[in-house]
């Protein structure tokens, strides 16, 4: 039987993030703006949770002229279930931050 682990920091905030959104859908650039994290990682988590049934796609319907269909992403029940999941934990944990502040903020120099 495979162990469940727990998500790491950038995938609890992509979750975080979705359920923000409840049922609309994003665009996967505007989660990297809003997260401060590079496509590489945020992709990545939403292909995974994707193969996981947490997170489901489509492509968007009407796209501006001159610019091809992006995929958009929402959370499944499930995913909702796990968003919810993360939150709670991370508000038991000792010194865990509250769940509006899973976010990750990009580092200045």
């Known amino acids: 039987m495979a162990r469940a682990r727990r998500p790491s920091p950038q995938t ?3 979750l975080s993030a979705l359920a923000e959104t409840g049922a609309d859908w994003s665009h996967g650039y505007d989660l990297c703006r809003a997260l401060g994290l590079k496509a590489g990682t945020v992709y990545p988590i939403l292909i995974r949770l994707t193969e996981r049934g947490q997170v489901e796609t489509c492509w968007e319907a009407d796209p501006p002229r001159g610019r091809p269909a ?3 992403y ?3 029940t499930a995913g909702a279930e796990l968003a919810r999941t993360v939150a709670t934990s ?3 944990s000792e ?3 509250a769940a509006d502040a ?4 990009p580092r200045t120099t």
């Open 95 to 97: 010194g865990a931050p």
């Open 90 to 92: 991370a508000r038991a």
């Open 70 to 72: 992006r995929h958009l």
């Open 12 to 14: 609890a905030a992509v």
């Open 74 to 76: 929402r959370l499944t």
């Open 102 to 105: 899973v976010r990750l903020t």
